[in-house]
């Protein structure tokens, strides 16, 4: 394994999860001291409990490792020594070709197996952001603990309240147009953010004429546009700083000629994909707001039944996009922190090469 491999592999097992890492290792030494670690696992399997679970933007060779077209995978990473890392690790992606054979030789797990079961619903999501990957596993009902998800209870309270406020005007339509109260809008919301239906959510999907699958699959990616609408706007403030950032950061430590043209071009590069993956985020959200302006201001309810059906498939080009960008920020935050040691020059061309891959669509040139 190169230097740069052994590299990034210290960089992702010490880092914390993010929208695009789900570091197992990292949660279990956290927490693995704890009852509620031990009891409400992600997986059953010990080995498997311990990856590093990252959402792969899959390069030109690897798609041929898949049956179907696709742009991101789920890679799964084992350190092959986690208390030393130069040993390497090896890694396969969940559904390529071979996953079967390589998950029984590897972990004695077979498609039968719960474990399989949770890695299938994982590998749905075109994100690991902590809320979605909560609510897709509680869809399919398993419940780890709170300490495999990033998630404060400040945030929920906040996503709620930004809920609420979305769906105001859809409470007043289904009211008929009568003012709605605080509480009529905060069970909605409530209902929503919640995976079980109720008579007014129920009758929506009448009125949509939708089937009972369609409109479940629809309200969940309704819940994530709603989730990534408000990420998004939380963390502007934070992306423009990691943007006036990116643009200035300097490494430390001997640099040849070679590096010094490589984190120019990178600083270039980053900042360009990042305004690039902000624009798309916003284009593709503006489907879901023109088709909710439509439902709730114009009576038209075809158009948002439209949008529902095509939820699933917006859903995963809006988690790509907006996923990279919570990648990018989060990872930087973590990084460069207050007090935080300047970058030598191989660990900032690193961090850069991590952000263009996660950045840049399959098939575009940096």
Same mark, same amino acid.
């Given at each position: 394994?190169?230097?740069?491999?052994?590299?990034?592999? !210290?960089?992702?097992?010490?880092?914390?999860?993010?929208?695009?890492?789900?570091?197992?290792?990292?949660?279990?030494?956290?927490?693995?001291?704890?009852?509620?670690?031990?009891?409400?696992?992600?997986? %059953?399997?010990?080995?498997?409990?311990?990856?590093?679970?990252?959402?792969?933007?899959?390069?030109? @060779?690897?798609?041929?490792?898949?049956?179907?077209?696709?742009?991101?995978?789920?890679?799964?990473?084992?350190?092959?020594?986690?208390?030393?890392?130069?040993?390497?690790?090896?890694?396969?992606?969940? @559904?390529?070709?071979?996953?079967?054979? $390589?998950?029984?030789?590897? +972990?004695?797990?077979?498609?039968?197996?719960?474990?399989?079961?949770?890695?299938?619903?994982?590998?749905?999501?075109?994100?690991?952001?902590?809320?979605?990957?909560?609510?897709?596993? %509680?869809?399919?009902?398993?419940?780890?603990?709170?300490?495999? +998800? &990033?998630?404060?209870?400040?945030?929920?309270?906040?996503?709620?309240?930004?809920?609420?406020?979305?769906?105001?005007?859809?409470?007043?339509?289904?009211?008929?147009?009568?003012?709605?109260?605080?509480?009529?809008?905060?069970?909605?919301?409530?209902?929503?953010?919640? @995976?079980?239906?109720?008579?007014?959510?129920?009758?929506?999907? !009448?009125?949509?004429?939708?089937?009972? !699958?369609?409109?479940?699959?629809?309200?969940?990616?309704?819940?994530?546009?709603?989730?990534?609408?408000?990420?998004?706007?939380?963390?502007?403030?934070?992306?423009?700083?990691?943007?006036?950032?990116?643009?200035? $950061?300097? &490494?430390?430590?001997?640099?040849? %000629?070679?590096?010094?043209?490589?984190?120019?071009?990178?600083?270039?590069?980053?900042?360009?994909?990042?305004?690039?993956?902000?624009?798309?985020?916003?284009?593709?959200?503006?489907?879901?707001?023109? &088709?909710?302006?439509?439902?709730? %201001?114009?009576?038209? /309810?075809? $158009?948002?039944? !439209?949008?529902?059906?095509?939820?699933?498939?917006?859903?995963?080009?809006?988690?790509?996009?907006?996923?990279?960008?919570?990648?990018?920020?989060?990872?930087?935050?973590?990084?460069?922190?207050? @007090?935080?040691?300047? /970058?030598?020059?191989?660990?900032?061309?690193?961090?850069?090469?991590? +952000?263009?891959?996660?950045?840049?669509?399959?098939?575009? &040139?940096?």
């Amino acid at each position: 394994m190169s230097d740069r491999a052994i590299r990034s592999l !210290e960089f992702l097992e010490r880092s914390a999860s993010t929208a695009r890492v789900l570091n197992l290792s990292h949660v279990s030494k956290l927490h693995g001291h704890t009852d509620a670690w031990r009891e409400q696992p992600v997986f %059953q399997t010990p080995g498997l409990n311990r990856a590093l679970l990252i959402k792969h933007r899959l390069r030109r @060779n690897e798609t041929d490792l898949f049956r179907g077209s696709r742009r991101v995978g789920t890679k799964i990473l084992l350190p092959i020594d986690s208390r030393e890392l130069k040993a390497g690790g090896r890694y396969f992606f969940f @559904n390529q070709i071979n996953h079967l054979a $390589i998950l029984k030789e590897a +972990f004695g797990i077979t498609p039968d197996h719960p474990d399989y079961r949770t890695l299938k619903l994982i590998d749905e999501l075109p994100s690991l952001d902590p809320f979605l990957l909560r609510e897709q596993l %509680q869809r399919g009902g398993i419940t780890p603990a709170a300490c495999y +998800f &990033a998630i404060s209870e400040g945030d929920m309270q906040k996503m709620l309240r930004f809920v609420e406020g979305e769906i105001t005007p859809l409470v007043q339509l289904s009211l008929g147009g009568a003012k709605a109260s605080s509480n009529s809008v905060g069970r909605m919301a409530a209902k929503i953010l919640s @995976n079980s239906s109720g008579d007014r959510m129920d009758a929506l999907g !009448e009125v949509l004429r939708l089937s009972p !699958e369609e409109y479940d699959e629809g309200i969940f990616c309704w819940k994530g546009f709603l989730y990534f609408k408000w990420t998004l706007g939380s963390m502007s403030e934070d992306l423009a700083g990691v943007m006036t950032k990116v643009a200035s $950061i300097k &490494a430390i430590g001997p640099m040849d %000629q070679d590096a010094k043209e490589y984190i120019s071009r990178g600083r270039d590069v980053v900042g360009k994909l990042i305004r690039k993956a902000r624009s798309d985020t916003r284009e593709t959200l503006q489907i879901y707001d023109t &088709a909710y302006t439509g439902l709730t %201001q114009d009576g038209d /309810p075809l $158009i948002f039944r !439209e949008f529902l059906l095509k939820a699933p498939s917006l859903f995963n080009r809006l988690g790509e996009q907006l996923g990279a960008i919570q990648h990018v920020v989060s990872f930087w935050k973590f990084r460069f922190g207050p @007090n935080s040691p300047a /970058p030598t020059a191989p660990e900032l061309m690193d961090i850069f090469m991590d +952000f263009e891959t996660s950045l840049q669509g399959r098939g575009e &040139a940096a």
